[in-house]
């Protein structure tokens, strides 16, 4: 009896060890499965929302080269319309840059200014040198009939794409660049819907696909800008007072129109002096593919600070509401307004601290220091 009822407890327990295997197996399948299509759908969502993205550049993209049939300006013509500057990225590269202040005088355009170049026009842009990078794409001087013009693209050196290719396997290679080109279409997007003086101008853009290559005929997503060259607090320093109180109320005007543009109060997170470029006596900002409209989340009044700056606008609906001006001003007080606003006189002192303590808004800023120039000037006419 006892064997037997070894046999029998051996066979009994090899039975339920098959079957742990087998329900193991089988568990193992089912959560890989699970797992294989949650990530289907995330990137099919990813993939979507860049798809949209792309179909609504692409309609207008159709409706400019519809137009490119039309007569256009000879190049000598256009050569007058341009100003021959120069562009910079986040990363300025070359030695093109001068350490003294430049004559700065505008040359007006010819033509219509809102043309926009199409896909055909741009497919005519010879590329003459790299002028800088960032993260996400290269800024390239182009030619374009006689005219300088501002090329962004993606390639596959910039930081974000060789990053990405780190982390995954090579066959999905071509993934790395969907999230540069979103942002160069979102930028293209932005410079449409918001018009200012101090804004970079869009002259034109392609989106035919995510595809990267060096020929401008058959590269994917390709924005133009026009000309600038960099701008220096170093340099601008030096200028006279009347020409440091213009840049500072231009850049002002500018804080004031993000944070009442037609898209809501709008956050410029890297506000520094490399951001902007002098186009002809204009001070404009020329990168904006991190623009954001979304304000701080927040629970109570305390959540919405700057730095040891707490309690700086109210916390409304889980959001701190207007605090995106403020980060913006903060921003151009220490990357640009402290080094050009360098003047005696207690009402400079007064708008250096009301900017450095955040209290000031950005129009109160732009009437207050429009005064100072009006005094300026007749200071100098008497």
């Known amino acids: 009896m006892f064997p037997c009822r070894g046999r029998l407890f051996r066979r009994s ?16 399948m089912l959560l890989d499965w699970s797992c294989w299509k949650y990530r289907v759908r995330l990137v099919v969502e990813d993939v979507t929302d860049d798809v949209n993205m792309a179909k609504m550049l ?21 050569s007058k319309g341009m100003t021959k500057m120069v562009n910079v990225s986040e990363d300025v590269i070359g030695s093109w840059t001068s350490s003294q202040p430049r004559p700065m005088t505008t040359v007006e355009p010819a033509g219509d200014e809102s043309e926009v170049l199409s896909c055909k026009d741009i497919d005519e842009i010879s590329i003459t040198r790299p002028l800088g990078r960032g993260y996400t794409k290269v800024v390239e001087l ?14 596959s050196f910039v930081k974000d794409v060789t990053a990405c290719k780190a982390r995954i396997e090579w066959k999905r290679h071509h993934e790395c660049y969907l999230f540069a080109n979103y942002k160069i279409m979102k930028e293209i997007l932005l ?15 392609c989106i035919r696909s995510e595809n990267i290559a060096e020929n401008m005929s058959e590269h994917g997503v390709v924005a133009v800008t026009e000309l600038g060259r960099k701008f220096d607090t170093n340099v601008a320093r030096k200028m006279t007072w009347k020409q440091r109180l ?10 004031d129109y993000l944070d009442h543009s037609p898209l809501g ?51 409304v609906d889980g959001v701190c509401r207007g605090l ?36 000031l808004s950005a129009a109160t800023l732009h009437s207050r220091l429009k005064k100072l120039l009006q005094q300026e000037i007749q200071g100098t006419t008497n």
């Not at 327990?13 to 193992?28: D, H, N, Q, R, Y």
């Not at 182009?142 to 390639?155: C, I």
């Not at 990357?335 to 900017?355: A, K, P, T, W, Y």
Request: hydrophobic share 40%; charged share 25%; glycine share 6%.
């Open 142 to 155: 182009g030619s374009y009939r006689g005219r300088e013009v501002a090329v962004k693209r993606v390639k």
């Open 13 to 28: 327990k090899f039975g339920v060890f098959i079957t742990l295997l087998v329900a193991f197996v089988f568990v193992s």
């Open 246 to 255: 213009e840049i500072a109320i231009d850049m002002a005007d500018l804080l």
């Open 191 to 205: 410079q449409n819907q918001l018009q200012h003086p101090n804004i970079i101008k869009l002259l034109g853009y």
């Open 265 to 315: 109060s709008l956050i410029f997170p890297d506000f520094t002096a490399n951001q902007f470029v002098w186009v002809g006596d204009k001070v404009k900002l020329q990168d904006m593919d991190d623009v954001s409209s979304v304000e701080q989340a927040c629970a109570v009044d305390s959540d919405c600070s700057i730095g040891h700056i707490r309690n700086l606008t109210p916390c």
């Open 58 to 78: 692409w309609e207008e993209s159709r409706n400019q080269t519809d137009k490119s049939n039309e007569p256009r300006e000879t190049p000598n013509e256009g």
């Open 324 to 359: 995106n001006a403020k980060h913006n001003l903060n921003g151009a007080f220490k990357h640009v307004f402290q080094h050009i606003l360098m003047h005696d006189g207690g009402e400079i002192s007064s708008l250096r601290e009301g900017m450095r303590n955040l209290s």
